[in-house]
């Protein structure tokens, strides 16, 4: 079993085709521009939406650990005592409370994503595992991409790639048809200070897996006063130049939307007024990058 | 109606594409004329514009009620009509006059519309009523005629026609007097344009203009009795019958374009009378003058692709005109697929959501299904809102009778909590069968009335025309001169139902948090009773068709089948009338659903049904397009009729051409798994929120409503409203 927190269909920005994303719950970075924050911990969390509360009380006769009552003031919820069992979210039908996160069962995911295999095989598409990070869940994500190929199904992971590679990346080779892989940052210490976690490994893993010449996608998401600079950017293009399998390299513009995400789970948002740059701006980087010799796309 | 004759300087040069920029600024003009005038409200663009504020016809009646009836009242109406009609002259147009408003519609502002008195129809307006049905007695055209006729014949050609065959069918003068009428009303409108023309030509001073304005005097006097012998000629022929035809009672079904006019433009072509450019501005031109439904591509009769340069042509003249259009592309595995990606292309890029799409492979193998050959199916082109037609071959109704199933649903879910017996699914669907039979029985009587009676109501004259039989026959299409009768019968709200069932199986067969008498005191109280507000959004969150593999799907599977086999069975009331079932609720998803109650999907009373096969917005948290065009590939009833898809989709999907390409992808997949039509509006919910508070801001804003294109400002609050919800959940 796996903990997901979605299986979002016609998914058309994560590879090649018409494509389903799943997406998997749990990280172990801490990127602080990160739009999915909902996916950070490996948990179901609550999702707490009070402007649609509509004061039913449901909620309350049904939590099992009274974490939420009824106050003068209003409904009142109290998360250290909260489990995220989802018996509150189960009989919460004005959508103001959702449980983030469950475990599928590998067909269960199968069932939903299959239901369009017909696009995928007009589009040259498939079903890519996101996150969250895939790599937390390797046994999971191992099952499920071979039950996508013995059906058929190409295959993709969009991943941090921060993991060792004889451990965990390399059983999901045989069944993994395209890596898309992140590189937030060239610099390590810049790295290590914005996302929590060290770079060394991942452009290690990046130069073996294009020693094994499998197809590789690298993209950077870039976020303003992080990485919006030709500096930043020129090197890890620069790097990209060794990694003979690399399709193509891919500049993310900053997604703003996961600002409602941050206010649900109660987090602190460091980027909450930041947002996507100009399309000169990004695509002056790209230019930077295209002088390289680089095939560039911007997403 | 303003006046544009020399409002241009004398030395301003036009070349064709700048023609057409003023051309489209002055449709803007006419656009804002048009706005609040209720007859052009919540319909198609048309291409019609304002008569001048002194213009009023006065019908002549034939009957006691004031209003006129049959072959006399209708042509002699008629011919007054085009004898009297303004003459509107644009020097920048390739083409002469407009239309302006039509005898239906000029008969309800008369306050003498409605079915002719003398023929009742009382003994089918208690099942009418029950079920809430669209019954579409005495409605009119919406079906498609043969324009290779007219264009082989031209007016003159057609007169001799009708004097030919008057002669070889004694006792039907009736019939021919009123189409010798008919035709020649339409020549003494063209004579007058003719002269409206000559008296431009003594006030324009440009130039460029007057050329124009010397070349179209000579076409049309031409027209007057000739057949076209270029495509100019060809298209201001087609004018001249798409404005006389609309005049008559609305008729907006075009042809299969790129096929009919290729001869002309190929043969000018050949002798250097016509260069690319000059084909281009005819075809914008043509466009303009009115946006009937035109197909483009598909398979000729032997299993060619149809796709020519010259179809390509249209695209590109469409683009020039960047308007209101209603071109169906039509799509099948082994088309050229760089049509389809320039389709798309244009489609993103003018966002006048235009063209659209219909599938050949479901469409025709649909058709067969009635006992048709190969041969005759891919002849049935998209000439319609939603509907295909044999040209000049078939009588149909189309998209004028739809049975209101959530109406149906209602009345047995009522039939059930009154009686004693066994409170189930299965039993609510049980009664929901036996009342949607009663109800289709009911439906398929009236198309019956209809057919017996419409030709002393109101007799088709235009489009006898142009059909293959009628002239030959001396019979009218609705009364027997029609080579087949298939009869549409659309059914409405498919996901409001399965919406429906699937909620109460949901909730209190499986889950059992709901009694059935909670749920129905709830109905009843219109969800506004204690806890209330609860149950409704309980019920409302319950799995929705749409939603992918599930039980809603399921009922929307089961409900269709069940559908389609009830109207299959009405073949056999009367030999040689068949029925065929399609799913669609054009723009009635309002009025259709202020005839039911609160329904057990969380709607409130007299709430919208849902549009046509689509689900209700919010039917998936990822709204993924794929889960929602699956489901309505399966419920498609699958005899040749349509059950659309309706798209929003943001601009941004297709922003290069790899987004294209998985655009044009998705496209030929919904296809192959069945589809039949699929509309497509591109638009984002900033811009739809702006006009909604200002329409007049966005004169040139073109959306498409159902199966037909509308601009915004032209919408009733009511409709915009439609539009903009549908919009913003999609976004």
Redesign the interface.
């Known amino acids: 079993m796996g903990i997901l927190t ?5 998914s ?1 920005n994560d590879g090649p ?2 494509r389903s994303t799943v997406f998997f719950k749990g990280c172990n970075l801490r990127c602080r521009w990160c739009h999915n924050p909902e996916t950070l911990s490996a948990r179901p969390q609550l999702l707490r939406y009070g402007q649609k509360c ?1 004061g ?1 009380g ?1 909620c309350v006769t049904a939590c099992p650990t009274g974490s939420r009552s009824l106050s003068p003031e209003g409904l009142r919820y109290e998360e250290k005592t909260c489990t995220a069992c989802g018996a509150c979210a189960d009989v919460c ?3 103001a409370l959702e449980l983030c996160g469950r475990e599928y069962s590998v067909d269960e995911v199968l ?2 994503v299959l ?2 295999k ?2 995928y095989e ?4 498939g079903v890519t595992l996101s996150g969250g990070e895939v790599l937390m869940q390797p046994a999971f994500a191992c099952q499920l991409l071979r039950a996508l190929k013995e059906r058929g199904v190409s295959t993709a992971i969009e991943t941090n790639f921060s993991f060792p590679f004889e451990e965990v990346i390399g059983p999901l080779l045989p069944w993994t048809d395209l890596w898309m892989v992140d590189i937030k940052l060239f610099d390590a210490q810049a790295h290590k200070r914005w996302t929590g976690g060290d770079n060394a490994c991942i452009l290690e893993n990046l130069r073996r897996l294009a020693a094994l010449g499998k197809p590789v996608i690298v993209r950077t998401p870039v976020i303003p006063g992080v990485n919006d600079a030709e500096a930043e950017i020129v090197p890890i293009a620069a790097f990209l130049k060794e990694i003979g399998s690399l399709q193509y390299y891919e500049l993310l513009n900053f997604n703003p939307l996961g600002a409602s995400k941050y206010d649900s789970l109660e987090m602190n948002n460091d980027f909450r007024d930041a947002r996507p740059l100009p399309k000169e701006r990004i695509e002056a980087l790209a230019d930077a990058a295209r002088a390289l010799g680089l095939q560039v796309k911007v997403g | 109606m303003r006046n544009r004759i020399n409002c241009l300087p004398k030395d301003l040069a036009l070349p064709y594409q700048e023609r057409l920029r003023i051309l489209r600024e002055r449709k803007i003009e006419d656009t804002k004329d048009k706005a609040g005038v209720r007859s052009f409200a919540d319909g198609d663009d048309y291409g019609a514009i304002t008569p001048p504020k002194d213009y009023v016809f006065k019908p002549i009646p034939n009957h006691r009620n004031g209003s006129f009836y049959g072959f006399e009242g209708w042509s002699q109406n008629f011919f007054k009509l085009m004898s009297e009609h303004p003459v509107h002259i644009d020097p920048v147009d390739a083409f002469a006059c407009r239309w302006m408003n039509c005898m239906s519609w000029m008969r309800q502002q008369n306050g003498i519309g409605g079915f002719n008195p003398d023929l009742s129809y009382d003994h089918l307006k208690p099942a009418i009523e029950k079920y809430g049905i669209v019954s579409g007695i005495g409605s009119d055209a919406h079906f498609g005629g043969d324009y290779n006729i007219g264009l082989q014949l031209g007016f003159g050609g057609l007169l001799d026609k009708l004097v030919k065959y008057r002669l070889e069918n004694p006792g039907h003068d009736e019939f021919y007097d009123a189409e010798i009428l008919t035709v020649m009303g339409v020549q003494a409108w063209i004579r007058n344009a003719c002269y409206g023309i000559e008296q431009a030509l003594l006030q324009e001073e440009n130039p460029a203009l007057r050329e124009n304005l010397e070349q179209m005097l000579e076409c049309n006097r031409w027209l007057i009795e000739g057949a076209p012998r270029s495509l100019r000629e060809a298209c201001q022929w087609i004018c001249w019958f798409n404005m006389a035809s609309r005049e008559y009672n609305r008729d907006g079904a075009g042809c299969q374009l790129d096929e009919t006019l290729r001869p002309y433009y190929e043969r000018d072509l050949a002798n250097g009378s016509l260069t690319q450019d000059e084909a281009k501005y005819y075809i914008a031109c043509l466009l303009l003058n009115d946006p009937h439904y035109y197909q483009l591509g598909g398979l000729s009769p032997e299993g060619k692709d149809m796709v020519s340069p010259f179809s390509y042509l249209i695209l590109e003249a469409a683009d020039w005109l960047d308007s209101s259009c209603n071109l169906t592309v039509r799509v099948h595995q082994g088309m050229d697929k760089a049509f389809l990606k320039k389709s798309v292309e244009y489609l993103f890029k003018n966002k006048n959501g235009w063209p659209r799409f219909s599938g050949d492979k479901a469409l025709s193998e649909g058709f067969m299904r009635k006992g048709y050959p190969a041969e005759l199916a891919r002849q049935r082109v998209a000439v319609g809102c939603h509907w295909m037609s044999l040209p000049g071959l078939e009588y149909t109704l189309n998209d004028c009778v739809k049975t209101n199933n959530l109406k149906v649903f209602r009345v047995a879910l009522d039939e059930m909590m009154a009686s004693d017996g066994e409170r189930s699914t299965e039993r609510l669907f049980a009664l929901y069968e036996k009342h949607q039979r009663l109800c289709v029985e009911a439906t398929a009587r009236c198309i019956l009335f209809h057919l017996d009676n419409q030709v002393k109501n109101e007799p088709e004259l235009m489009l006898n025309l142009i059909s293959h039989g009628p002239v030959e026959k001396g019979l009218d299409m609705v009364d027997g001169g029609a080579m087949y009768y298939n009869m549409c019968i659309d059914g409405t709200g498919i996901a409001s139902v399965a919406d429906s069932f699937a909620a109460l199986q949901q909730r209190i067969e499986q889950e059992k948090r709901l009694s059935w008498e909670t749920m129905y005191e709830s109905l009843c109280q219109n969800f506004e009773n204690e ?1 209330g ?2 149950i409704r ?2 019920l ?2 319950s799995n929705r068709y749409g939603g ?2 599930g039980i809603a799907d399921a009922w929307g599977e089961r409900i269709s089948k069940s559908f389609t086999r009830d109207v299959n069975d009405m073949d056999t009331l009367r030999k040689g009338v068949k029925f065929i079932p399609g799913w669609f609720s054009w723009s009635n998803t309002i009025a259709l659903g202020k005839a039911v109650k609160a329904t057990p999907n969380g709607r409130k009373d007299f709430e919208p049904i849902n549009h046509g096969a689509n689900p209700h917005p919010g039917f998936r ?2 709204g ?4 929602m065009s ?1 489901i309505i590939c399966r419920i498609q009833p699958g005899y040749g009729n349509t059950a659309p898809i309706q798209l929003e989709l943001d601009p941004g ?1 297709a922003r290069d051409e790899e ?1 294209v ?2 655009i044009c ?2 496209i ?2 919904i296809f ?2 069945g589809a039949t039509l699929l509309n497509i509006n591109i638009i984002n919910a900033q811009q739809i929120l702006a006009a909604n508070e200002n329409p007049d801001l966005y004169p040139d804003l073109v959306v498409r409503v159902t199966g037909f294109t509308a601009y915004f400002c032209l919408l009733t609050p009511e409709f915009r409203k439609l539009v903009v919800d549908r919009i913003l959940l999609a976004s």
Request: net charge negative; proline share 2%.
């Open positions: 979605n299986i979002q269909r016609f058309l085709g018409i509509i039913c449901a039908f004005s959508g069932g939903e239901q369009d017909p696009y007009h589009s040259g598409g | 806890g507000e609860y959004r309980m409302s969150a992918g593999g948290k990822d993924a397009l794929t889960a699956n999907m987004g390409e998985k992808d998705y030929l997949t192959d798994l």
